[in-house]
């Protein structure tokens, strides 16, 4: 058994611990509530962008462009995102292995040197590197300071070497923010576009909460079921466009900011996804060192419990010599 010196040593180990642990729950408590905000603030973009190009499509299905053009694949770039720092649980682990699968299956279905990788954040950018892989670009700082305008520049390179043969495919590899406790990880096919993918896609979240509890759960549940019962429902779409010069121009034009869209969805996904992986990793370590700190505790008072009748039993049996 250990001496009260080394348990009493490991207690106030332990408490410095927990203190940074509670410490760093808190800060990504806070910024998960930022990144919520950001992704609630995108939403009626998102929702009424999505509106238009429903209402074009459902009055000329025959618009075609060249970013929803279908072609031989022969080349792949992976958009990934990742975090830039540690401490958040399987965040970075799932994503990184999500990229080798789909590097080593395009890889085996298209040959060597089919695939290349562009990476945002520093643990998949140094993973990729490690590996060997093609990594085309370093935007690391993207994820500590997501901005539009910096989505919409990766966003016209990645559309510009599409347009010109030099990628057949583009797909984005993130985690998808549901809510504080869960965090879904996706891929999702950027180049070309699929329309009726993109259109149909999981729009469920939890904004209301940064608590990873039931609760969060049973709300999701809750939605799923109400979403169930108005699925057999039909929503008309009134609107009456008057399309100038043409479809297939407007489209051109909306279907670029759909890309630059879909790129900024998922960085704010990812940011909130790891902040929330981040909080629940932490406040497991909190709680394990609550638990710790328990039995250390009871440890130690036993110990001392000892210590104390030996010494009272090593005073009366010299009273009693004497």
Not at 126 to 133: H, I, M, T, V, W
Request: hydrophobic letters at 40%; a neutral charge; proline letters at 3%.
């Amino acid at each position: 058994m250990a001496s009260l010196k080394e348990i009493k040593g490991r207690i106030a180990s332990v408490n410095s611990t927990r203190k940074i642990t509670s410490a760093m729950k808190m800060v990504a408590s806070s910024k998960l509530h930022h990144a919520q905000v950001a992704i609630q603030n995108m939403l009626p973009y998102e929702t009424m962008l999505e509106h238009i190009l429903k209402s074009f499509l459902a009055s000329e299905a025959e618009a075609q462009t060249v970013f929803d053009e279908e072609r031989p694949v022969k080349r792949v770039a992976l958009v990934v995102f990742s975090s830039n720092s540690s401490l958040c649980g399987g965040f970075n682990a799932n994503v990184i292995k999500l990229m080798q699968r789909t590097v080593e299956a395009y890889t085996k279905e298209l040959g060597p040197g089919s695939v290349e990788v562009w990476p945002i954040g520093r643990k998949v950018t140094e993973k990729a590197r490690k590996l060997g892989y093609d990594v085309k670009c370093d935007k690391a700082a993207l994820v500590d300071h997501p901005n539009v305008s910096e989505c919409i520049e990766l966003a016209m390179e990645l559309g510009t070497k599409f347009a010109d043969g030099e990628l057949d495919r583009v797909e984005i590899l993130y985690h998808h923010f549901k809510s504080a406790g869960s965090q879904i990880l996706t891929t999702k096919q950027f180049l070309p576009i699929d329309l009726e993918g993109e259109l149909g896609r999981d729009h469920e979240r939890d904004l209301t909460s940064n608590i990873a509890t039931k609760k969060a759960q049973e709300y999701l549940k809750k939605n799923r079921r109400k979403k169930e019962v108005k699925e057999g429902e039909v929503a008309p779409l009134n609107d009456n466009f008057i399309v100038e010069p043409d479809m297939n121009t407007v489209l051109s034009q909306l279907m670029p900011k759909m890309a630059h869209l879909m790129l900024y969805t998922a960085l704010l996904d990812s940011v909130a996804s790891e902040h929330a992986a981040r909080m629940v990793a932490m406040q497991t370590a909190t709680d394990n060192a609550d638990e710790l700190l328990r039995e250390l505790n009871l440890h130690y008072n036993k110990g001392r419990q000892a210590a104390i009748t030996t010494e009272l039993l090593d005073m009366v049996g010299g009273s009693q010599d004497n």
